[in-house]
């Protein structure tokens, strides 16, 4: 149930719930909502990268940060090592700087902190 591929557009409730444990809300910068407050997110956009439906290429936003990244330029990142960044359009930072995206799960948080050491 973790991954259903593209046979599902939507995250299905079991996903959205593992969506919730690991992000523990809005992983937007600075962004405190909780999961009850989020949608989830296809990291390879559904159309434009033929992105499947699943935990691991799945995020929580708020509507503010999912708007802000289909609407406005604004595209996320998959670091092995860092993990999910966003990344801004070139005409606000034409460096693209990306900017980490942590978990706001405090047990997530301190697993990748162990994981940098």
Known sequence: PLDVGR????HNQRQRL???ARDGGCRGPGC???PS???AHHVDHWLRDNGSTSVERGILL???H???IHNN???IIDDTDAGFALLPPVT???TQTPRPMPSKNPLMRQLAGAATR
């Open 73 to 75: 330029g604004w595209e």
């Open 18 to 20: 593992a969506l919730a």
């Open 37 to 39: 407050y989020c949608e």
């Open 66 to 68: 999912h708007m802000l």
């Open 92 to 94: 606000l930072d034409p």
């Open 62 to 64: 708020c509507k503010h």
């Open 32 to 34: 405190s909502r909780p």
């Open 7 to 10: 046979t599902k557009r939507t």
